[in-house]
């Protein structure tokens, strides 16, 4: 009862003060508690005595909860994994010099007085704490600002029940140390009890008992301080906290079947030698990623209602299980075995909800958008776009309903589609018929019939070769001259049912016309060219005249491709793939191509492996058909291709397939060695890139001006290969382990910020099998140094010092293109007999200086190398002399300048506008809105620049979201700067004093 009002005090105290008022107020009133104790307890009465006893219970435990509760504040798991067990050492610590001193000085000063001295050194202690919480004031402001909960109003034991309710993670721990009281409790006593049935004399008991718990005191301090550290970062969280357990089980059973004074303090050793030490240790750890807020309310309420309603529940099951005049231990030894499994079973579901925690505290954004698309469209909600299929839509409204239901079988729409041929839009019109022209039959001829003279041609055209299936003569005979037309859909259509529906002479006639059309290549007849090809997709998949796709596909006009692949995608013949694939590498026909390769489903599947492991075809869209595929003998397949992907680019969009695939099909099976096995791969080049860039940190130092800036460009392309190697066992990892949390984890390193990686290393540990956990660590915790990395990749894997110049040999023998060229230069300053002539064949020097001088560039300074090769390959060098124009007002915007060197006037008019220097980016808005230059651009002194064509850059876009996104920051940075100019902030105005 006492416990549970503190609580409500303490509870309605905590969430109205900061942490740092917290601690005074709460000292501040235990201080004064001791020394009003101090004055009542001079007076000779056995209630305050009493009072006194219960008090010192309560305010303990909220005093440690609330010790704990500021060192969850303080540090991040990783910190905390390392402090705790030294600072549990000092509660233990102070245990025993608090009794010895109390011993000692009692006589001397007085029992009562001992409470004086209390009070003088918790007022030390708010001294300390305050200077602690001081140190980690920015640390928990920024957890108060991201973990914040809004209902601060919340208080007292009904908070901190709710708040228990609320959150599983707190729930666990609740049970957690309810059952950890009770087992205690019941060890406790039968300890006890066998110690007074085998030393019935008090005295001996007295000795017995001091020897035996300054045993275990000295053997708790020396856990505490020697091994729970280590017990935490080798054995994680779960396995610290099931040792305990595991030993008072031990200890228990040993209760069971020989009852005796040895395995009674043999049980007693482990809860006194574990429970405050790492037990204890590693309970703590579990309220770290749990909000400040729910912390505050629940800790309180757990540390001390529920550990206090755990001693009356241990109390209640003791009568029950010895009855009044005792039957002995055993009894109560099966209780605390069954205890002790429900106390395991809770570690195994605390380790769960720990990590769900954690995750939630990196939560970001996860969404499968073609899950999402797919699981918005439940039955009401296709009920809802039906309704909206009517003839008085609007033609954007109706086109826009049947994207979204491009996916619903179109019977079911047959109906809404018949009503939209008396829409007034002939799109709509043309686009319902085509949509209708699977599911016909023989009653829609009425309806489609006046639309057969329609004065559109493509709802004629449409309409025409939907009556020819069902009354072909009567419609063929209307088609005799169509073979001629230089109409498209004329054509078309003719085609299409001469080839379907005509006879012999019909199906000659439409064949020859076919074949001559295909071979005028000129480029006036590509719109004819393009009805062929979308006439051969009207055929039944086994026609012959479908071969001549092939000659479509590599047509010169775009439009013709285009047609060509779609046709190819109706069309499934597995021979088309060859000149289907180079299709996937263009922005403009990679969509197109993708669905008609994965039209084709598993006949493409070992086609498509093959041209996986290709090194000398366009392989980096590849992945994305298997994804579209979506079959288990497509993820199969892509994952069994690893091995033979040496490309990095391809190798990481490989990944990226497995990994979507993976996420929407958990249950598929997969090739576990393999996948073992490249990860072990990926982690050798991480590891292995630290070793060379610890050697070429070594080769810097005295390096002249010019060789260090080769040295610094080739460590940042080692740097790039490190993270990208990284980045590629984090997705062989989550093709292992749950995906969601591996994401998670990825996501809260890639961040940035301290706090969130320390918790994304221990979501890690929580998730990974320990081995693997061992060696990813090391490679992505910041408390790591260079060297330790390499001592660790020594310890996994069979790393061999080298001099650099071997090292770059190796890189220039077997690395990856865009590393060689950040190599080159390198090399031959380092040692003349490396020949880097056939590397600087492939990617010339100017390129790679390019590269390099891009990547100082704002806009530019977040691409990986080969992005900023591909780029570098397209750029063009051009000098300005001063007074020099790039371009003038007015004139079409088709190039974008990097500035490497001088300085660029903007000018409107007669009136400058900016100022821009080496690393900036000018022409940009004219790419993006093809818009005329709004300003001219003059040379104010000699200027070097590079100069990137709209098409080039708009490739790169395309197929980057990097340079995407970081366009975006730059254009936002423009904006915020000219607002500033134009509404200056406050801090900004000049105040009065100041004028």
Known sequence: MVSALATIAYARLAVSLSRSRQVVVTLALVIASLIVFWVLLNQPDGRIAGAFYVWINVFSLLLVSQFYLISSDLFDPRQAKRVVGFIGTGGLSGGVVGSTAAGVLSSPLGAINLLLIAAVLLIACTILALRVLKIGTARETRLASSQRNPRRTERGFASGFRSIKRLP??????????????????????FSFLVESAIPDREAQAEFFGRTFAVFNGLGLIFQLAATGAVLRLCGLAGALVILPMGMGLGAAGLVFLPGLVTATAGKGFDMTLRNSINQSARELLYLPVP??????????IDVVLARSADGVAGVLILLGTGAAGTGVRPLAFITLALVGVWLATVVRVRGSYRSALERLLAVRDIDLVEAADESLDTEAVRELRAS???SASAADVHYTLDLLRDSPAGKLRGDLLRLLDHPDPTVQARAIARLLPVANFSDVGPIRPLLDDSDPTVRAQATILASRFEPERQLARMETWLESSEPNALETALACFLAHGGREHEQAATDALNRLISDTAPGMAPQRAACARALARLPSDHGLQERLGALLADDDPAVVRAAISSAGAARRVELLEPLVPHLEPADTRRLATRAIAAMGDAAVPHLSAFLRDPTLPRRWLPSVFVEIATPAAFFALADGLPFLTQTDVRLSTLKALNKLRRRHPSWDLPTTVIRRQLNAELFEAYDTERQMLTLSRFEDGLDAQDAESASTYAWALSLRGERSVERAFRLEALLHSPRTIYFAYAGLAGGRSEHAAHAIELLETALDREDARVVVPLIDADYSRPQRVDAGRQWFQLED?????????????GQPWLKAYAAPLARRVDATID?????????RSTVEKAAALRHAKLMRHLDADDLLQLAAVAEERSFDRDEHLFYEGEAGEYLYVVLDGEIRGERGDLAVFQAGAGDVIGEFSILDQ???????????PTQTLAIHRDDMIQVMADNYTLVEGLFRHLTQIIREMNELVYPSQESKPRDDDV
Do not use: G, Y
Request: aromatic share 6%; net charge positive.
């Open 931 to 941: 818009r005329p230059r709004s300003v001219s651009m003059v040379a104010t002194k």
């Open 836 to 844: 880097t002539r056939e590397h600087e064949e492939r990617v010339a």
């Open 292 to 301: 400040t807020a729910l912390k505050q309310r629940a800790k309180p309420f």
């Open 802 to 814: 080298a001099p650099l110049e071997s090292d770059l040999t190796i890189v220039l023998e077997r």
């Open 389 to 391: 299929l009517r003839s």
């Open 169 to 190: 993670h707190l729930r666990r721990i609740a049970i957690l140390l309810f059952v950890t009281v009770l087992v205690s409790t019941f060890v406790d006593w039968m």
